[in-house]
């Protein structure tokens, strides 16, 4: 069974960037596909990017298209968010999450990490 744990949040201007991690314990995370969830105070989670198990095909929310990235590193059973352009709309805490082929995301949430963004 797999552990997530997310980390690399934190206080960034407008403009600025982040890259967040998941790094994972207890299975590989090859064997998954990943999407990255954030959910903003007063808000549901959404989902804001995705990437296949191969890793080939990445998939982002309207809202972030163009400015955050998301990758994996299969050496060190990790995924990554690229955050680029924040804006303040952006501020939420992010989690990661994962499912099999065919299936849906896990019913289960780490503590997540912090992003905000502002002046």
């Known amino acids: 069974q797999v552990q997530l744990v997310e980390s690399g949040g934190g206080l960034v201007r407008p403009g600025g960037s982040l890259r967040l991690s998941c790094a994972a314990s207890?299975?590989?995370?090859?064997?998954?596909?990943m999407g990255w969830f954030r959910q903003a105070p007063g808000k549901q989670r959404e989902l804001v990017a995705t990437i296949t198990i191969a890793g080939g095909s990445t998939n982002y929310a309207d809202s972030v298209k163009g400015r955050f990235t998301m990758s994996r590193d299969y050496a060190n059973n990790t995924v990554y968010l690229q955050m680029t352009s924040l804006k303040p709309e952006d501020t939420a805490v992010y989690y990661c999450?994962?499912?099999?082929?065919?299936?849906?995301?896990?019913?289960?949430w780490g503590q997540g990490t912090q992003v905000t963004v502002a002046s």
């Open positions: 207890g299975s590989i995370v090859s064997f998954y596909a």
């Open positions: 999450n994962t499912r099999r082929a065919g299936l849906a995301y896990r019913d289960s």
